[in-house]
T-cell receptor, first 112, second 113 residues
Framework: QQQVKQSPQSLIVQKGGISIINCAYE??????FPWYQQFPGKGPALLIA?????SEKKEGRFTISFNKSAKQFSLHIMDSQPGDSATYFC???????????FGTGTRLKVLA | KAGVTQTPRYLIKTRGQQVTLSCSPI?????VSWYQQTPGQGLQFLFE???????NKGNFPGRFSGRQFSNSRSEMNVSTLELGDSALYLC????????????FGPGTRLTVT
């Protein structure tokens, strides 16, 4: 019940295309859902995060869509660029804690 | 503001030894969390400290321990190292308030031989 399932494991997208990464959870106590981007040799960097009281949040080319009833959330990267090539992790935490449960990661490659 | 800093960045140890890793959070942040990242298990939560107290703990053996100092800097210690402890150890800091954002450092790459 503590797991966060992430798919796909890897993704190849053409430059200018839309990259979509999905995550699903079981624990209804989760109430904070961040997405992180990690480049090789670096720590994860916070991209965008959402709480379950909204269904969508957009920041620049990055959008989180959240479906509370289905217990799913997804990251959309619009106009994907080669510089977006990285590993993306979704995560979830319960109210009042900083204990993140991470998904297994998606390796994104954007072709020039 | 300076980001989260971790020292050392790379470390090679032998089985059975112990190791101490250090983390300095973003100025003003009082919560520090530690995570282990491996290709097989992904990112796993170790523990979280706030105001020198451990608030949360993950499912790791007692060989993994940590502490936090009054200036919010934190250390984690792994005793009796095993080959499986080879990993990237990440520290994350968080501010107070309603936001639960965590900001990660670059990590310490530990190799156990």
């Amino acid at each position: 019940q503590q797991q966060v399932k992430q798919s796909p494991q890897s993704l190849i997208v053409q430059k200018g295309g839309i990259s979509i990464i999905n995550c699903a959870y079981e624990n209804t106590a989760f109430d904070y859902f961040p997405w992180y981007q990690q480049f090789p040799g670096k720590g994860p960097a916070l991209l965008i995060a959402i709480r379950p009281d909204v269904s969508e949040k957009k920041e620049g080319r990055f959008t989180i869509s959240f479906n509370k009833s289905a217990k799913q959330f997804s990251l959309h990267i619009m106009d994907s660029q080669p510089g977006d090539s990285a590993t993306y992790f979704c995560a979830a935490s319960s109210k009042g804690t900083y204990k993140y449960i991470f998904g297994t990661g998606t390796r994104l490659k954007v072709l020039a | 503001k300076a980001g989260v800093t971790q020292t050392p960045r790379y470390l090679i140890k032998t089985r059975g030894q112990q190791v101490t890793l250090s983390c300095s959070p973003i100025s003003g942040h009082r919560s520090v969390s530690w995570y282990q990242q491996t290709p097989g298990q992904g990112l796993q939560f170790l523990f979280e400290y706030f105001s020198e107290t451990q608030r949360n703990k993950g499912n790791f053996p007692g060989r993994f321990s940590g502490r936090q100092f009054s200036n919010s800097r934190s250390e984690m210690n792994v005793s009796t190292l095993e080959l499986g402890d080879s990993a990237l150890y990440l520290c994350a800091s968080s501010g107070t308030g309603a936001s639960y954002e965590q900001y990660f450092g670059p990590g310490t790459r530990l190799t156990v031989t």
